[in-house]
T-cell receptor, first 114, second 113 residues
Framework: AQSVTQLGSHVSVSEGALVLLRCNYS??????LFWYVQYPNQGLQLLLK??????LVKGINGFEAEFKKSETSFHLTKPSAHMSDAAEYFC????????????FGQGTRLTINP | DAGITQSPRHKVTETGTPVTLRCHQT?????MYWYRQDPGHGLRLIHY???????DKGEVSDGYSVSRSKTEDFLLTLESATSSQTSVYFC????????????FGSGTRLTVV
């Protein structure tokens, strides 16, 4: 069975600082990996995804993530945080050969300090 | 989100009553999903559908049933609501290719009193 662990339920950074949100996964087959963002009282929006090919993927709003198979990780980063980045972020894993069910991590709430 | 709507957006109901949540899509996507979101648990899959009249259980399906009689509609029913089912419910849709990811609805906030 697939699973996702997000390290840190809350992360706080200063405006302009590096954002690093950690995600580790468990999967018996090469997975598809996703990061979603949720702003208050809204649904989830796809930030970026890894399927095959280049292991460094770029998403919207200046975010990127790197798939590291040896570390079973897919950490999300942004070089310089902006106040508008404050939200909850979810990492998810999908089995490419299954019924496309996404398994989500517990979420990380990102706070940006002025 | 364009192409997927959930109704109602908010609902308060009493323990023991049945409740039906509706998810409607205009994208003609094959796959539809119901998740619940609770603090500390992320999103957990309740039920999903891979076609009209084709549904299957997710990890937290007890106390819930679903129906999909048309491609565009996926209904989630709480057969007899309990306080533990107070949550935010999200519907999601997906096209055939699994690498595309999901498109989510705006959610339904359900409170069982």
């Amino acid at each position: 069975a697939q699973s996702v662990t997000q390290l840190g339920s809350h992360v706080s950074v200063s405006e302009g600082a590096l954002v690093l949100l950690r995600c580790n996964y468990s999967s018996s087959v090469p997975p598809y990996l996703f990061w979603y963002v949720q702003y208050p009282n809204q649904g989830l929006q796809l930030l970026l995804k890894y399927t095959t090919g280049a292991t460094l993927v770029k998403g919207i709003n200046g975010f990127e993530a790197e798939f590291k198979k040896s570390e079973t990780s897919f950490h999300l980063t942004k070089p310089s945080a902006h106040m508008s980045d404050a939200a909850e972020y979810f990492c998810a894993v999908s089995d490419p050969q299954g019924a496309q069910k996404l398994v989500f991590g517990q979420g990380t709430r990102l706070t940006i300090n002025p | 989100d364009a192409g997927i709507t959930q109704s109602p957006r908010h609902k308060v109901t009493e323990t023991g009553t049945p409740v039906t949540l509706r998810c409607h899509q205009t994208e003609n996507h094959r796959y539809m999903y119901w998740y619940r979101q609770d603090p500390g648990h992320g999103l957990r899959l309740i039920h999903y559908s891979y076609g009209v009249k084709d549904t299957d259980k997710g990890e937290v399906s007890d106390g819930y049933s679903v129906s999909r009689s048309k491609t565009e509609d996926f209904l989630l029913t709480l057969e007899s609501a309990t306080s533990s089912q107070t949550s935010v419910y999200f519907c999601a849709i997906s096209a055939t290719a699994s690498y595309v990811g999901y498109t989510f609805g705006s959610g339904t906030r359900l409170t069982v009193v």
